[in-house]
């Protein structure tokens, strides 16, 4: 008999805003849900993802879409590590596209699109970039440049012609568009709201975003994210066997 979910969650553990231009860094737990929400629309999340006993073991670009015959990121994706497992699973999607491939921006980008904007300048409203602000979480949890990897970038959409060009897709994200995630490994979470290295904004793009923590559901056998892919299974086997003695 095909088995159902259990109510999955109500009221938020923990409820937060991440300003725009900012950044900030946790450790989920197995069996939670990290719900990103875009306050204002716009948002743009670049996001890594370390495991916090060994941060070696850390979020993989390639073997997430290649495993999943994909280029974007939407509801029923897990969110591969590259030792196999999966640090996340896409459990709801508002808006169907994430872009994981485009990276971050830096300083050097953000002052010759934006100008800059220093902290004596204009205080906690200066112009920080996605680069240095991963730098900065990493070094929190002992890691560096050495560690860094190919980026999530949630809210925003790169699409592709017939020839591979990329082009970044304004407006793609309205005001209270949802992503929840649920965590099934301890994962260290590394978010910054800076701007996409596409973005054509002619201001620099500063956008909030809510976070909230949740409870999760016991994961079944048939649930979709689960059953997405052949690689999908294979990867919560590589979980279970690594929880095994936990």
Partial sequence: MLQTAAPLYATPLYDDLIPGGSHWSFIMRRGHVLRLIDETGGANVGMLMYNPENPLERY????TLKNQHTFLLTK???LLSDMGRVFASIIRDDLGWHDTVAGTCNADLVE???????????HNHYHRNGFNSFLNELAKYGLGKKDLTANLNWFSKVKTDDDGNMAFSEGHSHAGAT???RFEMDTIVVLHTCPHPMNPASEYPSHPLRYQLFKAAPVIDADPCKTSSPEA???FANNALYHLFQ
Avoid at 60 to 63: E, I, K, L, R, S
């Fill in 112 to 122: 010759k699109r934006w100008g800059k904007k220093t902290y004596q300048e204009a």
């Fill in 179 to 181: 992503v929840d995630l």
């Fill in 233 to 235: 299974t294979r990867a």
């Fill in 60 to 63: 993989n670009m390639p073997d």
């Fill in 76 to 78: 029923g994706h897990v």
